[in-house]
């Protein structure tokens, strides 16, 4: 039985942003900022969402369980950050360490999953509208989410169990700002060919065909848009799908860029950047495109505040 006890390393070293360290103080106060208004923002969602009738349809469903994985995403790499900052480098604990690639891949599946699930409701609006009410239930609905947070937490845990078992025995130094699986996997004095597999098999398919499946969605939508005779109800039938597509672009975009195109073409700095834009920006961009282009939420959002 192989025991973690028995690995010569029991923590890692996060060197954070060692070639910005002059303006550590600027990072961490920008940083802090963006992670308040990232909670703030989804969590706003999430209560309008599940508090206002306006916000009752599945799509503002979907929508609060992404902010729900915006929010389990940032929390789980943005406060330990800070720290490192703080202390311009820091030290955290195998376990803690496996813990933090574990909740950052259970995120990202879920938010791959869920960006589909939205991408397939948008579809039924659209191209189905009569028979949108029936097909979209209370079942339909909770079974699609629960399964996306179901898929993220096990299908993730079959590459983390893989890590687990890894031998560790020096140098223990990421230059990174969390535990990725890259930098992490290049410091194991083990074989890690069955995690590069194992992750592969199931990082493509995760991604890739979500990816294909709301690219399908989107050009059924489109010809049905293209279809309708009045440019009003082009506009309409656009305007509650385009925040949807902004969102889809952001992530994938982001997504694509730091783990399809081979790490080689860019610089560590350029990978710590990608990585930023993914687990800190994004986060912070979703809740603000959904609701400066909704009318819905900021109607619902409106009647709160006059409420008070």
């Known amino acids: 039985m192989n025991q973690h006890n028995q690995t010569s390393v029991t923590e890692f070293i996060l060197l954070g942003f060692k ?3 002059s303006i550590n103080v600027l990072l961490l106060c920008l940083f802090l900022k963006i992670y308040m208004v990232t909670i703030t923002g989804n969590l706003m969602i999430i209560f309008l969402v599940s508090t206002s009738q306006r916000l009752s349809s599945p799509m503002y469903f979907f929508l609060s369980h992404l902010s729900l994985s915006d929010i389990f995403l940032t929390t789980n790499i943005v406060p330990n950050m800070l720290y490192v900052i703080l202390q311009d480098g820091g030290t955290m604990y195998f376990i803690g360490c496996i813990t933090q690639l574990y909740l950052f891949g259970v995120s990202a599946v879920t938010e791959c999953l869920l960006l589909t699930v939205m991408s397939y409701d948008r579809y039924l609006a659209i191209c189905n509208p009569l028979r949108y009410t029936s097909i979209m239930g209370l079942k339909l609905r909770f079974h699609l989410v629960t399964w996306s947070w179901l898929l993220g937490f096990l299908l993730t845990l079959i590459t983390i169990s893989l890590v687990y078992q890894l031998e560790f025995c020096g140098p223990n130094v990421i230059d990174h700002f969390f535990c990725d699986l890259a930098p992490l996997l290049e410091l194991s004095c083990s074989d890690t060919s069955l995690v590069v597999i194992s992750n592969f098999l199931i990082a493509t398919p995760i991604t890739l065909i979500p990816f294909i499946l709301i690219f399908v969605t989107y050009v059924c939508i ?17 305007s509650t799908c385009s925040s949807h597509l902004i969102v889809v672009c952001l992530f994938y975009g982001t997504l694509i860029t730091l783990y ?3 790490s080689k073409g860019h610089s560590m700095n350029a990978n710590k950047v990608l990585s930023l834009l993914y687990t800190v920006i994004t986060p912070l961009f979703n809740p603000f495109i959904y609701s400066l282009r909704n009318q819905e939420i900021r109607g619902a959002l409106v009647v709160f505040v006059a409420k008070k």
């Open 19 to 21: 070639s910005l360290h």
């Open 222 to 238: 489109f010809l049905s848009i293209i279809r309708i005779s009045s440019n009003t109800g082009r506009q309409k039938a656009f």
């Open 260 to 262: 399809v195109v081979p």
